[in-house]
């Protein structure tokens, strides 16, 4: 999803976009730990579906990935396949030309235009994003429309109950009713290739399922 047809359960759709360079855990878990939470806010029971979108290249990050597409897309469908109500739409890495990074708001746009042609005229989006890249969504690409298209439900993994960070842009709505305060999550995708190259198999347990380190083993990555 999206694909060719649209499944009837889908109210909502949360998009989780990224690297995932490799995904760990904490990719995992918080997207479903931030369905759950819009499900309890509007009393819609399995209405809310995670797509994970991986980018071709963030705009926000110097450097391309290392793992190549076709090997972060089945890293991914490893970590996420045996979830409900879960999928990846590889359209940032199918639309790339070399080099091109992957800005959200055309992303946004070109799912809201499949929605309305397949039924889904009235499925919601939230962009779930963490507080770092809130606290920068005015300088991404037109963030008036991506707020617009796709309200983000942001993760505040250091902030006090629901309070937002200071540094949330002012301009760009209320931000208190968006954050999702996760607690601290001891896992990155840094941290992880930091953790291959060391050779730390503590910290990979942690972080890593086991067919995502069993893949990278295999493949050889991040050494």
Same mark, same amino acid.
């Given at each position: ?117 397949? *039924?889904?005229? /009235?499925?919601?989006? &939230?962009? @779930? ?5 809130? +606290?920068?969504?005015? =300088?991404? %690409? ?28 002012? *301009?760009?709505? /209320?931000?208190?009713? &968006?954050? @999702? ?5 001891? +896992?990155?995708?840094? =941290?992880? %290739? ?30």
């Amino acid at each position: 999803m999206p694909g060719d047809r649209l499944d009837p359960s889908v109210r909502t759709l949360l998009l989780f976009g990224g690297s995932f360079d490799p995904p760990h855990k904490g990719h995992v878990n918080l997207p479903l730990l931030a369905a759950r939470h819009i499900e309890r806010l509007l009393d819609e029971e399995k209405g809310v579906w995670v797509l994970y979108i991986p980018a071709a290249r963030s705009p926000h990050k110097s450097s391309a990935p290392t793992a190549t597409d076709a090997q972060r897309l089945e890293m991914l469908n490893l970590a996420t396949s045996h979830l409900p109500r879960c999928a990846v739409w590889t359209d940032e890495i199918d639309r790339a030309t070399a080099g091109t990074p992957s800005f959200t708001v055309d992303t946004l746009r070109r799912l809201r235009e499949w929605l309305d042609g397949h *039924g889904g005229e /009235d499925v919601r989006l &939230r962009l @779930l994003i963490g507080a770092d890249q809130a +606290a920068a969504l005015e =300088r991404w %690409r037109e963030p008036e429309a991506v707020v617009a298209l796709a309200d983000p439900l942001v993760m505040a993994r250091d902030a006090e109950g629901d309070s937002p960070p200071s540094q949330m842009p002012a *301009g760009l709505g /209320d931000w208190t009713r &968006r954050m @999702l305060p996760t607690g601290k999550l001891e +896992a990155s995708s840094s =941290r992880v %290739r930091a953790a291959l190259a060391a050779g730390d198999a503590a910290s990979l347990k942690r972080m890593l399922d086991a067919p995502i380190a069993a893949f990278i083993e295999r493949e050889g990555l991040y050494r």
